[in-house]
DNA sequence: CTTTAATTTAATAGGGTTATTAAATAAGTA
DNA sequence: TACTTATTTAATAACCCTATTAAATTAAAG
């Protein structure tokens, strides 16, 4: 293989493990796959990563980051949890729709391995970022309460709620592929609709 | 190990294969690890099951099946659309209250796995039961809507909105576990708060 | 142009995996 | 009891896996 200068070959090795780890999964994904998908010796990835959970470890937690950087960003500029509810799902859908293999990524990772679920544990719990967006989201729910604009609701089964529906409603792809059509438009309209249905089951839950 | 009868032996193996599949995942579940648990050959789980593949398909339909059953059950008893939104939801608690590990293992394999999903595929598509009920389902919802008891709701989207809020409750389990509390009792309170959440949620959002 | 340091490779140790073999053991039957 | 069939085992073939090694190659600096 063509040497290339360092940094060059580290991104094109992580670039390739973030795409097999998303399509397979961190135990389906081997760093034999890994280099022939590059196409460089299989232990130039242990030279640069060590261990394939290191490899795994950065590529998590720069998703884990993004996804963060999305919430902060778009909690900063709402003033009523309606408004943040209906920009925290468009922007998810956004992301997501681009890379519709994330939520499962997160979903198998850190359901399927304690070891994953305490790395993130670790870069979140003390976490001041984490803290402050949840804070701030209660200070906002509970703004609206007292106006009158919501009915009494706890900030962690509203997160979860929108979580898990626009999480599962990226997890359906593979099973709308192959049930009901594997036509990329047909999919895109699927996605469409989940929006639209994720936002108004979740406004009707809000409302007083 | 002791001589049991064919069938004993066949039972024990897939009852160890069960608990370890629905632990660790397909993957991750060696028949070395199934042979140990029930203290076994290894050579003996490739006896009676020739391939893991095929020890795993069992066992997969047979929770499908399970799962069925548990909705057919249901439809056939409830006249309004409210009251079963209500009884399926609190029989899909009891069940995965039962077996917490159902959900993560369906979901990850119908997820991560083309040919799993292809498996639980063959024995949904023409299946007489899968149609009846949905045609149930909708003709129940067609009446309220007419008689003015819910609003206009797609059929599809209740069910993947319902099977969404549900499984996400049980998906979250290890989260809640390593983030919120370890402690068995205050897991149970979490779970009990759920299935209210769901319901709320879910009533809600069929409310005209 | 040579020395040095960084990159890349081939080779391999030391695991683990599924699946198949043939041989051993037990149970059932005539 | 002797033959047959069903179970169970030990041994092993034929893979794939991670990680480490030492050697080869290339780029950069003096």
Chains 1, 2 share one sequence.
Do not use: W
């Not at 063509?2 to 060059?8: E, I, P, T």
């Not at 060590?50 to 999305?70: C, D, E, G, P, S």
């Not at 681009?98 to 305490?118: A, D, G, M, W």
């Amino acid at each position: 293989m063509a040497k290339l200068s360092g940094d060059d070959m580290q991104q094109k090795i992580m670039e390739a493990a973030q795409t097999l780890f998303l399509e397979k999964g961190y135990m389906a994904t081997s760093t034999v796959d890994i280099a022939k998908k590059v196409g460089c010796n299989q232990a130039l990835v242990h030279y640069y990563f060590r261990t394939k959970q290191n490899l795994f470890k950065q590529i998590y937690l720069q998703y884990v980051n993004a996804l963060m950087q999305l919430g902060k960003k778009n909690i900063e500029q709402c003033t009523s949890v309606v408004d943040l509810v209906h920009e925290i799902i468009h922007l998810y859908f956004t992301f997501f729709s681009q890379y519709p293999n994330v939520p499962y990524f997160f979903v198998n990772e850190l359901i399927v391995s304690s070891e994953h679920r305490k790395m993130v544990q670790e870069c979140f719990i003390d976490n001041q970022m984490r803290i402050m967006l949840f804070n701030q989201l209660t200070q906002l729910i509970r703004n609206d309460i007292a106006a009158g604009k919501i009915r009494d609701v706890n900030p962690y089964a509203l997160i979860q709620n929108i979580v898990s529906l626009v999480l599962t409603s990226f997890l359906a792809l593979p099973l709308y592929n192959d049930f009901i059509s594997s036509d990329e438009a047909d999919k895109q309209a699927y996605l469409h609709r989940r929006e639209q249905e994720c936002e108004d089951i979740i406004l009707c839950s809000l409302k007083v």
